[in-house]
C-alpha cells in the first residue's frame, strides 16, 4: 500500500473511531436504562409501601377479632352470672349486654370498613405486581440489547484501534508526525486527494503554477491553500 493510500485509510479509520468512540460514549439506550432503572426502583418502593399499609390493616382486623371474642365472652360471663330473681341484677344485665352490643356493632362497622380498605389495597397489590414483574422483564431485555450493542461497539473500535496501529507502523517517524499533527489541527480531516486540480476537502482550484510545482512532489504533498496533506498518488501495492 502506498503512503497516500495509508493515510487516507488512516483518517478513515480515525473518523470511524470518532464515531464509534462518540456512539458508545453516548448511547441512548443507557441513558434510558437509567431511567428506566429508578422507575423500577420506584415501583418498588411503592410495592413496600403497600406491603407495609396491608400489613396495617390485618393487623387491626385481627384486634377487632379479638376485640370481638372478649366482648363475646363478657356477654357469656354476665349472663351466666345474673340473677334471673334480682331485679337490679336483671337491670345491670340489661345494662351490660347494651354496652357490649353497641361495642359489636362498633366493630362489625369497622371491620367492614377495614375489609374493604383490604380488599382494594390486595387489588393494587396485584396489579402492581403484574405492572413490576412486566417492567422488570422489559429492563433486562433493554439491558441485553444495550450490552449487546455496546459489545458490538467496542468490537469494532478494537478491532480499528488494531489496524490503525499496523498502518502507523508501515510509515516513517517523519510521515506519522506530520499525519498527527495535520489530524489534530484539523479535526480528523487533514488528509485531502487531488481530483483533477481539486483537493477533495479544500475544494480551492490550483493554478497551473501549483499543479507544475506538486508534479515533483511525489505521492504526498502539501495543499498550498490549506496546508492539509495532500495525496496525488494512490498507487496499491508498492
Known amino acids: 500500500m502506498s503512503v497516500g493510500s495509508t493515510l487516507l485509510k488512516l483518517q478513515e479509520l480515525d473518523l470511524s473511531l470518532e464515531r464509534d468512540r ?8 443507557i441513558a434510558e436504562l437509567a431511567k428506566k432503572r429508578r422507575a423500577y426502583q420506584k415501583l418498588k418502593a411503592d ?7 396491608r400489613k396495617d390493616l390485618e393487623t387491626y382486623l385481627k384486634e377487632l377479632d379479638d376485640q ?5 365472652d363478657d356477654i357469656r360471663i354476665a349472663q351466666r352470672n345474673v340473677d334471673s330473681s334480682d331485679y337490679r341484677s336483671v337491670q345491670q344485665l340489661e345494662l351490660e349486654l347494651s354496652d357490649l352490643a353497641k361495642k359489636l356493632e362498633r366493630i362489625a362497622f369497622d371491620r367492614k370498613d377495614y375489609e ?3 380488599a382494594e389495597l390486595k387489588k393494587k397489590e396485584d396489579y402492581l405486581a403484574e405492572y ?3 417492567f422488570e422483564a422489559s429492563v433486562i431485555a433493554d439491558t441485553k440489547r444495550a450490552r449487546e450493542k455496546a459489545g458490538s461497539l467496542k468490537d469494532a473500535i478494537d478491532a480499528s484501534e488494531h489496524q490503525r496501529a499496523s498502518l502507523l507502523n508501515t510509515l516513517d517517524a517523519g510521515t506519522r508526525s506530520s499525519y498527527e499533527a ?3 489541527r484539523f479535526r480528523g480531516l ?8 481539486v483537493p477533495t476537502v479544500c475544494r480551492m482550484t490550483l493554478q497551473a503554477s501549483s499543479l507544475d510545482a506538486l508534479k515533483h512532489a511525489g505521492d504526498v504533498a502539501e495543499c498550498p491553500y490549506c496546508h492539509r496533506i495532500l495525496i496525488l498518488s494512490e498507487d496499491g501495492e508498492e
Open 22 to 29: 462518540k456512539a458508545l460514549a453516548e448511547m441512548p439506550e
Open 116 to 118: 374493604a380498605k383490604l
Open 47 to 53: 410495592a413496600t409501601k403497600l406491603y407495609a399499609q
Open 132 to 134: 413490576t414483574a412486566k
Open 182 to 184: 495535520a489530524a489534530k
Open 68 to 72: 370481638e371474642m372478649d366482648a363475646n
Open 190 to 197: 487533514g488528509v485531502e486527494r487531488l481530483e483533477g486540480n
